[in-house]
């Protein structure tokens, strides 16, 4: 495994991709917060508790897991890409054992993912204090827990990563796959979840694991909202961790044990 992942690290670091991919964490941490905390969800439309109010913060920092799509389309593209360009044959002719690229994959993907949080959340707790410091407000959270839900974003954002490279080994064409991934995460999902009988396996879901792991619930208070019915209760931080890596590790586990053998065309 050692030469198959090291192989996967060079190759990724050889694109413009991951450069690419820095930078949009980069500017989703830094822009996206720095931008929402100077002008203050107070000022919102409709508005929204200040940073002076943990409900604030929360609020701010939760805009984040909209962003999943980011890391999820790259662990997409991490097998989808070599299907569409053709580069999978020599990378099978290299190491026959499909199950063993399948898996260095992952586990290259994995830890990318986490420097993938990494920067996302580093940028934002800059952002985020150096706004409420410019605009002289005390943040209604203190930096401990401002810094471990940060944390949570990080391990969601890796999360992601590796879920898409699931997705990718079992919907080979790149588009297709990219709009399985996104189109759930921003369509399918809320529509399933605004069907009655369906509402109260949101917390079960991606979007509800997400949601419980960053302490996020603007979501499912506004699908209440629009159903005039009480808010579904999410599970708690660590549960929806585990919810989270569990599709993962399924999508992993059904990608590892499906069939390869219409690799190369």
């Not at 980069?26 to 905390?37: C, D, F, R, T, V």
């Not at 790259?74 to 053709?86: N, P, W």
């Amino acid at each position: 495994m050692r030469p198959l992942i090291h192989a996967e690290f060079r190759r990724l670091l050889a694109t413009r991709m991951w450069l690419g991919t820095l930078l949009v964490a980069a500017l989703l941490g830094g822009g996206l917060i720095g931008l929402l905390a100077l002008v203050g969800p107070e000022n919102f439309d409709p508005p929204m508790p200040g940073l002076h109010t943990e409900a604030g913060v929360r609020a701010v920092l939760g805009f984040l897991g909209f962003t999943a799509f980011v890391p999820a389309a790259v662990g997409t593209l991490a097998l989808t890409s070599e299907y569409r360009h053709r580069t999978i044959t020599v990378t099978f002719l290299y190491a026959p054992d499909r199950w063993r690229v399948l898996a260095a994959k992952l586990v290259t993907y994995g830890l990318a993912g986490v420097v993938y949080g990494l920067v996302l959340s580093g940028t934002a707790a800059v952002s985020l204090f150096g706004a409420a410091a410019a605009r002289g407000v005390t943040l209604g959270l203190p930096a401990g827990t401002v810094v471990e839900l940060l944390a949570r974003l990080g391990v969601a954002m890796a999360a992601y990563m590796v879920l898409g490279v699931g997705m990718g080994a079992l919907i080979r064409h790149q588009v297709a796959a990219l709009c399985v991934v996104v189109g759930y995460l921003y369509g399918a999902e809320l529509l399933l979840v605004m069907i009655p009988g369906v509402r109260h396996l949101y917390p079960l879901l991606p979007g509800g694991a997400t949601a419980a792991l960053t302490d996020f619930t603007a979501v499912a208070d506004a699908l209440a909202q629009q159903l005039s019915s009480e808010p579904v209760r999410l599970l708690s931080p660590l549960a929806g961790a585990l919810v989270l890596l569990g599709y993962t590790a399924l999508a992993s586990t059904a990608a590892l044990l499906r069939p390869l053998r219409r690799d190369v065309a």
